[in-house]
């Protein structure tokens, strides 16, 4: 049983892919072997997370999921736990593994009930697998919020009873630790499964599942590589800032101290507004260019950055000419208004230019002609249709921000908090991905990198200390 951190590439794999796994592993094992794996599993860790726990609730649904709680409850209390088990089952009904670990935890005479414990050190959600699509509904959803009703210690088993395992999205329990079985699934490191999830833990019940293609897999940094003595600024690569029209100067200016602190040998910054400013006391290092006179073929550029409309004019020279390029914000909006800047877009793959494209959900609704809610309802398939229709790297950002890119494994980034939810982090990570392409990285390997490491400082800022997006960029690190 590992603890998840992004200290690997952990394969995800999606329902359909777990389901294959099961049964070419069950074709193999005695009957029952998986269930008793997975509840002693589950009992080890109830029993690590609150070791003087006495009293111990396991709310159990109809089907294996409760088995995996029945199986846990009959070694609990085998271990010297009270343990008090509510079902919401049929016994006429349950698969054949849950009945038969049903019958094994009431041979170690554990007590069952009809209502939720009052009080109880440590609950265990058995209720629903990864099979249901349904919401908590009667008893179960009466047992969901007694258990958020409580500040103790709640474990669930594979996912929260109520969480969509692909994707995430779906309402009910809120556990402070997960134990995902056989698999990890996607849907606990993305949309509502990561705040529904807790601290993730893994058991793959003694399973290989290496000759099996993942879904997704958990984002990494890349390989530490040190810079040499004898190098200098031409061996990290120009980048170009397009953006900050009038009223959004600090847009481009957020952006090209990304790629100044993330490693760029040089940085251009191409404001776009009324009176554009030549110099920035502040960061004497950016240089101040028009557009038109910067050679952009040598350059990654990152464009959007607070462009507004102005952004408009200039996409069709950036799309046509940038060495690599970072879309984001306005250069989104106004792609997905124009299907001759679409048709541009995708033109570059064929030509061997790196984009990488940095769209929030609505931005991303936009380009797909969706609705943000169809792109939240599947972030996983979202992110791999952006990038599948415009030839790119897509970055969707969001909690488990996810990296797409054509014949490539997606990955969830599980760093970052709450705290990069402020204005102009959008921007950080668009400077901070040109000075990766700028350096060199591949295209997916840079955005994936840059999202790390981005996400990465916001788990690293002093408890207590505003994160604005200024002290962001000037946080980061070069590659």
């Known amino acids: 049983m590992q603890r998840i ?24 094992l005695p009957a ?9 599993a589950v009992a080890r860790l109830a029993l690590a997370m609150a070791p003087h726990a006495r009293n111990i609730w396991i709310a159990c649904g109809a089907g294996n999921n409760g088995g995996d709680g029945f199986e846990a409850a009959m070694h609990l209390k085998q271990w010297g736990k ?44 058995a209720l629903l697998g990864i099979g249901s699509q349904r919401p908590l509904q009667g008893p179960m959803a009466a047992w969901a919020a007694a258990m958020a009703a409580q500040t103790q210690p709640v474990l669930a088993i594979d996912l929260p009873s109520g969480l ?17 079985l056989l698999t990890l699934k996607p849907g606990l490191f993305t949309a509502g499964g990561r705040d529904a999830a807790g601290v993730i833990w893994f058991d793959s019940l003694g399973v290989d599942t290496a000759g099996h293609t993942p879904t997704a897999r958990v984002a990494t940094p890349s390989a530490t590589r040190g810079r040499a003595h004898d190098s200098h600024k031409g061996q990290f ?8 029209a009038t009223g959004m100067t600090g847009a481009a200016l957020l952006a090209a101290s990304a790629a100044l602190h993330g490693g760029a040998g040089r940085v251009f910054v191409a ?26 073929s040598k350059m990654a550029v990152a464009c959007g950055c607070g462009g507004g409309e102005a952004v408009r004019a200039e996409l069709p020279r950036i799309l046509s000419s940038a060495g690599s390029l970072v879309l984001d914000a306005d250069a989104l909006n106004a792609i997905a208004a124009d299907t001759q800047l679409q048709s ?12 990488v494209i940095t769209p929030h959900p609505l931005e991303a609704a936009r380009l797909l002609g969706a609705t943000t809610q169809q792109v939240q309802s599947n972030r996983l398939d979202s992110a791999r249709q952006l990038a599948t229709q415009f030839a790119c790297v897509s970055v969707l950002k969001g909690s488990g921000t996810i990296i797409a890119a054509p014949r490539e494994v997606p990955a969830i980034n599980i760093t970052g908090n709450a705290r990069l939810a402020t204005g102009g982090t959008g921007d950080v990570l668009a400077g901070l991905i040109a000075a990766r392409l700028a350096a060199g990285m591949p295209s997916f390997e840079a955005a994936t990198d840059a999202v790390f490491a981005h996400a990465d400082a916001a788990d690293r800022w002093p408890a207590g200390t505003a994160l604005t997006a200024g002290a962001l960029a000037s946080a980061l690190t070069s590659a």
């Open 32 to 40: 029952h072997a998986l269930m008793a794996r997975a509840g002693l």
């Open 5 to 28: 951190t992004p200290d690997r590439p952990w394969p995800l794999h999606d329902v359909e892919a777990t389901r294959a796994i099961e049964q070419a592993a069950t074709a193999t």
């Open 344 to 355: 541009l877009l995708r033109a570059r793959s064929q030509r061997g230019r790196p984009t």
């Open 82 to 125: 009270e343990v008090t088990v509510t079902w919401a089952g049929d016994e006429s009904h349950a698969p054949a593994d849950a009945k038969a670990s049903l019958q094994r935890a009431r041979d170690a005479a554990v007590r069952f009930t009809a209502e939720a414990p009052a009080t109880w050190d440590v609950a265990i959600d």
């Open 237 to 244: 690569g120009d980048v170009a800032i397009v953006g900050g």
């Open 271 to 296: 404001l776009l507004g009324d009176n554009a400013m030549t110099v920035d006391p502040t960061q004497p290092e950016l240089m101040f260019r028009h557009a038109a006179h910067l050679d952009l």
């Open 164 to 180: 969509n395992a692909d994707t995430g999205a779906g309402q009910g329990v809120r556990a402070t630790h997960t134990l995902s």
